[in-house]
């Protein structure tokens, strides 16, 4: 059974403020999702990264894909109240086939 | 993007009833969707995968008899909550997932949350 840790599971900030959460397994993933989520509305993609060691940049948002694709990044700079949310890290492919392992999520609220 | 539309957004029903939810992939053809559930403040967990013109693959612990899913084409799977009691409201997600060269990405619907009373 694949694992997926995510941490931290909640975080407070002030607007401003830089985070990171990190996305962790013993398990090689073919591809590693972000999503953001808002209460009562479904996950919202906010990228995928399929290759080791990858870098991508969305805006504020910079996602790392680890070396050996068992580990993800998400790096938000500057936070701002928009940003508060649900974020989810997901791993596909390898030895899950077309299923998703989900981290356990990282609740964001970002303080004016 | 991909969109994926879900209906109703949110049911209120008796015990006893039957709830249909509807997962449709607008913009795209989907060979396997997903239906998830989620408590609040949780991560998804993942119910069933439905694969167009075959029988849904359940994970361990949830009753197939009782979350029936029927993917009847390309763009449309629906899970049907039968004789729904108070312990199954919750919020139902479904997804969609696009192959290819897209991979794994799942897209998700916007959830129905169902509340049995």
């Known amino acids: 059974t694949q694992l997926l840790e995510q941490s931290p599971q909640f975080l407070s900030i002030q607007e401003g403020e830089n985070l990171t959460v990190y996305c962790n397994s013993s398990s090689v993933f073919s591809s590693l999702q972000w999503y953001r989520q808002e209460p009562g509305e479904g996950p919202v993609l906010l990228v995928t990264v399929v290759t080791g060691g990858e870098v991508k940049k969305l805006k504020r948002l910079t996602f790392q894909f680890g070396d050996a694709r068992k580990d993800s990044s998400l790096h938000i700079t500057a936070a701002q109240p928009g940003d508060t949310g649900l974020y989810l890290c997901?791993?596909?492919?390898?030895?899950?086939?077309?299923?998703?392992?989900f981290g356990e999520g990282t609740q964001l609220t970002v303080n004016p | 993007g991909a969109v994926v539309s879900q209906h109703p957004s949110w049911v209120i029903c008796k015990s006893g009833t039957s709830v249909k939810i509807e997962c449709r992939s607008l913009?795209?053809?989907?060979?396997?969707m997903f239906w998830y559930r989620q408590f609040p403040k949780q991560s998804l967990m993942l119910m069933a995968t439905s694969n167009e013109g075959s029988k849904a693959t359940y994970e361990q612990g949830v009753e197939k008899d009782k979350f029936l899913i029927n993917h009847a084409s390309l763009t449309l799977s629906t899970l049907t909550v039968t004789s729904a009691h108070p312990e199954d409201s919750s919020f139902y997600i479904c997804?969609?997932?696009?192959?290819?060269?897209?991979?794994?990405?799942?897209?998700f619907g916007p959830g129905t949350r169902l509340l049995v009373l």
């Open positions: 913009d795209f053809q989907a060979t396997t």
């Open positions: 997901a791993g596909g492919g390898e030895t899950s086939g077309s299923r998703l392992t």
């Open positions: 997804s969609a997932r696009m192959g290819g060269s897209w991979g794994e990405t799942q897209y």
